[in-house]
């Protein structure tokens, strides 16, 4: 009976591609518990997960060109905004970054779950993503214990890999 629960509850992860989706791929064992979805950016690689997983995908932006990703992140503000309520979830996980932003102010103004969990790239200094989504997160979870200094509130996970 509490598997059964637990598929009913829709969880969606995203990341943007990288090293965010490679530890976003670390959560798999909860992708059989929970019915899920994934949103990443849409690349050659990425494309390949289409075979196994339900999928997503945003437009790829690089912040080192301002103009053309201003564009981009309001086209995959509108894009987060039609995914989640196409999906309905009732959590959003992500391993962030820039990508995900939208997608968890979406989740909060729908009441539903956040749940952050800062790069394990970052052992002494915040992520802007995850600045930017620890007032509203649910949950925040870091990997590394000396990041509690810039996140008080957060939760030491340990490292997902």
Known sequence: MKKRQKKNKKILFISSIGGHLTQLMQLKPLFEEYDYHIVTEKSEI???????HPISYLVYGARNYPVKYLF??????IKSLFIFLREKPDIVI???AHTSVPMCYIAKLFRKKVV????FAKS???TLSGRM??????LFIVQWETMKEFYPNAVHGGSIY
């Open 116 to 119: 952050f969990i800062e790069s």
């Open 94 to 96: 992500t391993t962030g």
């Open 46 to 52: 990425t494309l390949k997960l289409r075979e196994k």
């Open 133 to 138: 989504v620890y007032p509203i997160a649910d």
């Open 72 to 77: 981009k992140f309001s086209y995959n503000v």
């Open 124 to 126: 002494k200094s915040p």
